[in-house]
């Protein structure tokens, strides 16, 4: 199972519990959020909109790239997801959203793609791209290419 699947199947339950709190019961909790759109996948009726025409950068692009590629990396062969990964001391302190992890522990890949994909977890991140290219600079010269297809792919819509 891909990251895109199982980031597609966190969203689904997200999803699932939003809806069991009803409707008016969702609207009542507190949104902090700049924008954001609720709609019912099966009928396309809008349940819940928020500025959402507003025009929103990517929280971490960053992020989504870095799983891109961690998914390119496990449909390769090149790692699985269930590999351990030990944390280096520069992951360990890396600031921002975190996972908290500590240097010289061993993490399952697929639990720091998850911490990168829900809480965008710079540390966890930062292990990943260590794990599959052995180092953070090789990681992003390898995402370079990647983002500038995107751009090119973007124009031309």
Same mark, same amino acid.
């Given at each position: 199972?891909?990251? @895109? *699947? +199982?980031?597609?199947?966190?969203?689904?339950?997200?999803?699932? &519990?939003?809806? #069991?709190?009803?409707? /008016?019961?969702? &609207?009542?909790l507190k949104l902090t959020a700049h924008s @954001?759109?609720?709609?019912?996948?099966?009928?396309? +009726?809008? &349940? $819940? #909109?928020? *500025?959402?025409?507003?025009?929103?950068? /990517?929280?971490?692009?960053?992020?989504?790239?870095?799983? $891109?590629?961690?998914?390119?990396?496990?449909?390769?062969?090149?790692? +699985?997801?269930?590999? /351990?990964?030990?944390? #280096?001391?520069?992951?360990?302190?890396?600031?921002?959203?975190?996972? $908290?992890?500590?240097? !010289?522990?061993?993490? /399952?890949?697929?639990?720091?793609?998850? !911490?990168?994909?829900?809480?965008?977890? *710079?540390? @966890?991140?930062?292990?990943?791209?260590? $794990?599959?290219?052995? *180092?953070?600079?090789?990681?992003?010269?390898?995402?370079?290419?990647? #983002?500038?297809?995107?751009?090119?792919?973007?124009?031309?819509?």
């Amino acid at each position: 199972m891909t990251i @895109a *699947n +199982r980031i597609c199947g966190f969203c689904v339950i997200l999803m699932t &519990l939003l809806f #069991s709190l009803h409707v /008016p019961d969702a &609207l009542a909790l507190k949104l902090t959020a700049h924008s @954001a759109i609720l709609m019912d996948m099966t009928s396309g +009726r809008i &349940l $819940y #909109s928020h *500025n959402a025409d507003d025009t929103v950068q /990517p929280a971490s692009i960053t992020k989504i790239l870095s799983l $891109y590629l961690a998914d390119e990396a496990i449909r390769e062969g090149r790692v +699985r997801s269930g590999d /351990p990964v030990k944390v #280096s001391r520069q992951a360990g302190r890396t600031g921002g959203s975190k996972m $908290y992890l500590q240097a !010289g522990t061993e993490i /399952p890949l697929e639990e720091l793609l998850k !911490g990168m994909a829900v809480v965008s977890a *710079n540390d @966890a991140s930062v292990a990943v791209a260590e $794990y599959i290219d052995g *180092n953070v600079d090789l990681f992003v010269e390898r995402m370079k290419p990647k #983002s500038q297809r995107a751009r090119h792919d973007q124009q031309l819509f």
